[in-house]
């Protein structure tokens, strides 16, 4: 079954530690992304990677770190630097030649709780 | 600076009757607007593209560049239609990166 998956689905985690969620795809995909998801203000862009071993920064990347060393692979650490982590994450992939320009093939989301 | 601006945050219709979820945009260049949508229990999804001119599941949306919208429209509403819609936008040449907007909840009432 192709497509993006996430995990885990749901994770607490203590004020101070750093917390890694994992993004794996097996579409081919050259481009992943990171959003951050929060009621009311949509989905923000945390980071994204266009290719293998390169990433850039989204418009809320403090506090966060990724790293794409496999093509299948973007995983994305919160930093206990991170202000409020606590949010619905969501992975995103795009870029396969047969696939529709701008379509963002998404996961199911990872739940953050910081208690 | 770019951002997409969807000014409700929910829209409560009856079966039947006309829906228009809106959708305003600030971009400097020439955007490629997009409707994705999430219904209960399911994955984000793309419902439709300005560059496609399609009509998906009846909904159509058509970019308004004078007045900077993109409002997604459907003539009659059902209640499978109930469920979260976000308007993004990228630039040209841009196809990944895309621009979210806060997301309007459908309610379709029977």
């Known amino acids: 079954d192709g497509g993006i998956t996430q995990s885990p689905k749901y994770l607490f985690r203590k004020e101070g530690q750093n917390v890694t969620l994992s993004c794996e795809q097996n579409?081919?995909?050259?481009?992943m992304y990171w959003y951050r998801q929060d009621p009311g203000q949509g989905l923000r862009l945390i980071y994204y990677?266009?290719?293998?071993?390169?990433?850039q920064k989204g418009d809320i990347a403090e506090g966060y770190s990724v790293s794409r060393e496999k093509k299948e692979s973007f995983p994305l650490t919160v930093t206990s630097a991170q202000k409020n982590p606590t949010a619905f994450y969501l992975c995103?992939?795009?870029?396969?030649?047969?696939?529709?320009?701008?379509?963002?093939?998404f996961g199911e989301g990872s739940r953050l709780t910081v208690l | 600076a770019q951002r997409v601006t969807q000014p409700e945050k929910l829209l409560s219709v009856f079966k039947g009757a006309p829906v228009e979820l809106k959708c305003n945009y600030s971009?400097?260049?020439?955007?490629?607007l997009f409707w994705y949508v999430q219904y209960s229990r399911q994955r984000l999804q793309l419902l439709l593209r300005?560059?496609s001119r399609e009509s998906i599941k009846g909904f159509t949306a058509d970019l308004n560049k004078g007045e900077t919208s993109f409002h997604l429209k459907k003539p009659f509403a059902q209640e499978e239609d109930s469920a979260m819609y976000y308007c993004?936008?990228?630039?040209?040449?841009?196809?990944?990166?895309?621009?979210f907007g806060q997301g309007t909840t459908l309610q379709v009432k029977p």
């Open positions: 995103a992939s795009s870029g396969d030649r047969r696939g529709v320009p701008g379509e963002l093939f």
């Open positions: 579409l081919n995909h050259d481009a």
């Open positions: 990677s266009q290719i293998v071993n390169d990433f």
């Open positions: 971009y400097s260049g020439s955007p490629e």
């Open positions: 300005h560059i």
């Open positions: 993004a936008l990228t630039g040209s040449g841009n196809t990944g990166k895309l621009i």
